[in-house]
């Protein structure tokens, strides 16, 4: 493996990083993701923004310290089920 090859399992190169456990993750509502990002992300508070949300899908911003914004992306089987994080996305300023 040469020093430019990433070690399969790492985030190094990867500008999404540690955000990218987020994936799978289940929640409630806002601040359920929120403080479950502040645990995941290492970070004392996350500023947690509602971006679109319907009967089964809901998109949030979240703004970690020291990190870029991180789109989420939820899905939900039932208006009364949890929502289950199944893509992140990075936006780059």
Do not use: C
Not at 37 to 57: I, K
């Amino acid at each position: 493996m040469s020093s430019t090859d990433i070690e399969p399992g790492t985030t190094a190169g990867n500008p999404l990083g540690a955000a990218e456990e987020l994936l799978g993750l289940v929640f409630s509502n806002p601040k359920d993701l929120r403080h479950s990002a502040e645990q995941v992300l290492d970070q004392e508070f996350v500023p947690t923004e509602l971006v679109s949300e319907d009967e089964h899908s809901a998109d949030l911003r979240l703004r970690p310290a020291g990190m870029g914004e991180i789109i989420v992306h939820a899905e939900r089987e039932r208006h009364w089920y949890p929502y289950q994080i199944t893509r992140v996305d990075g936006v780059e300023r």
